[in-house]
């Protein structure tokens, strides 16, 4: 399984961007997918993830009511939605995925043993 991270870059606060993960690899159906960010000099910490049927999605409270996480199972992709960006969402973006029971520890980055490259997203006040 590989995974690959896009959409990043620069906004203005305010503005909104599209993040995309793609997988490679067979039964992406199967698999939950998750976006966590890191900014210089904090943890990495959960953003939002959707289980395997696409029908339950999670948010942080930080980011809840902005962003929206969906998936296409036949494109093989994990995409997040992030609107009214924050100065405070300036951070590394990473997708991840796994298959997970009961969508346990989805808002866990333990849980998951596969993992993007990260993609930069800025958002200057």
């Known amino acids: 399984v590989q995974l690959q991270a896009s959409g990043g870059g620069s906004v203005q606060a305010g503005g909104s961007l599209i993040l995309s993960c793609t997988f490679s690899g067979q039964t992406f159906g199967k698999y939950a997918v998750a976006w966590f960010r890191q900014a210089p000099g904090k943890e990495r910490e959960f953003v939002s993830a959707i289980d395997f049927t696409g029908k339950n999605t999670y948010y942080s409270d930080s980011v809840k009511g902005r962003f929206t996480i969906s998936r296409d199972n036949g494109k093989k992709t994990g995409s997040l939605q992030m609107n009214s960006l924050k100065a405070e969402d300036t951070a590394v973006y990473y997708c991840?995925?796994?298959?997970?029971?009961?969508?346990?520890?989805?808002?866990?980055?333990?849980?998951?043993?596969?993992w993007g490259q990260g993609t930069q997203v800025t958002v200057s006040s």
């Open positions: 991840a995925a796994d298959v997970l029971y009961a969508d346990r520890g989805i808002q866990h980055a333990a849980a998951y043993d596969y």
